[in-house]
């Protein structure tokens, strides 16, 4: 769950999505792409324009971004990111092409954060709850089109909600981090990291 953190140590384990089936969950019937697919989708990814941005936009703050190394893996959650490591799209966790681009902008929001926050600290409950309410807000993992796919129906005030529940999956799964000490984390807070959108004008 968390990431080699840039100046505040390392975390064993890598930021992840948090999308791995939870008891939260309903029961929804899944295709998983093969991996060859999967491959095909990394690539074609790095063309979205979503992506694009986001790569040039680190490479303008000083970022080291390309060739960042992006690979297709088999794994237990949806994504992950490691610092000097780079983004793993899980492969059995992907469904349709654009799941890997959405992957793919999430964690390069990780990655942002990680360069630009100079003291950024993934053992820090705060500090990682902040950078996945930005990156669970700022990729389009909770539009409501996705969320109905996945059981949940809820339209009035989803985005929020969904942006919480993803993120406390995330960080709960941090061994630095208890549910509790996660939920705190995420309240503590929301207001300045949901309306955080950098590298973008408003969210997209």
Same mark, same amino acid.
């Given at each position: $769950?968390?990431?080699? +953190?840039?100046?505040g140590? /390392?975390?064993?384990?890598k930021?992840? #999505?948090?999308?791995?089936p939870? +008891?939260s *969950?309903?029961?929804?019937?899944?295709?998983? $792409?093969?991996?060859?697919?999967?491959v095909?989708g990394? %690539?074609?990814?790095?063309k979205d324009?979503?992506?694009r941005?986001? #790569?040039e936009?680190?490479?303008?703050?000083? !970022?080291?971004v390309?060739? $960042?190394?992006?690979?297709? +893996?088999?794994c237990?959650?949806?994504g992950?990111?490691?610092? #000097?490591e780079?983004?793993?799209?899980? !492969?059995?966790h992907?469904?349709?092409?654009d799941?890997?681009?959405?992957?793919?902008?999430?964690?390069?929001?990780?990655?942002?954060?990680d !360069?630009?926050?100079?003291? $950024?600290?993934?053992? &820090?409950? @705060?500090?990682?709850a902040?950078?996945?309410?930005?990156? &669970?807000?700022?990729?389009g993992n909770?539009?409501y089109k #996705?969320?109905?796919?996945?059981?949940?129906?809820?339209?009035?005030?989803?985005?929020?909600?969904?942006?919480? %529940?993803? /993120?406390?999956? /995330?960080?709960k799964?941090?061994?630095? !981090? /208890?549910?509790? @000490?996660?939920? *705190?984390?995420?309240e503590?807070?929301w &207001?300045?990291?949901?309306n955080d959108?950098?590298?973008? *004008?408003?969210?997209?």
């Open positions: $769950m968390a990431a080699a +953190a840039g100046d140590g /390392s975390v064993p384990q930021t992840t #999505r948090g999308e791995a939870s +008891a *969950d309903p029961p929804v019937p899944r295709h998983i $792409m093969p991996h060859e697919e999967c095909a990394v %690539r074609s990814a790095l324009p979503t992506v941005f986001l #790569r936009r680190m490479e303008k703050a000083g !970022c080291t390309w060739p $960042m190394l992006i690979r297709a +893996a088999t237990a959650s949806a992950g990111y490691a610092s #000097r780079g983004i793993e799209v899980c !492969c059995n992907m469904e349709y092409p799941q890997i681009t959405q992957t793919i902008t999430h964690e390069l929001i990780h990655a942002y954060d !360069c630009v926050g100079k003291n $950024m600290d993934w053992t &820090n409950c @705060a500090h990682h902040c950078s996945e309410i930005r990156a &669970n807000h700022l990729s909770c539009h #996705r969320e109905l796919m996945k059981g949940f129906l809820k339209i009035r005030g989803h985005e929020p909600e969904c942006v919480k %529940r993803r /993120s406390l999956e /995330s960080v799964n941090n061994p630095y !981090c /208890s549910e509790t @000490a996660a939920k *705190d984390a995420i503590a807070v &207001n300045i990291c949901y959108t950098r590298p973008f *004008d408003r969210a997209p």
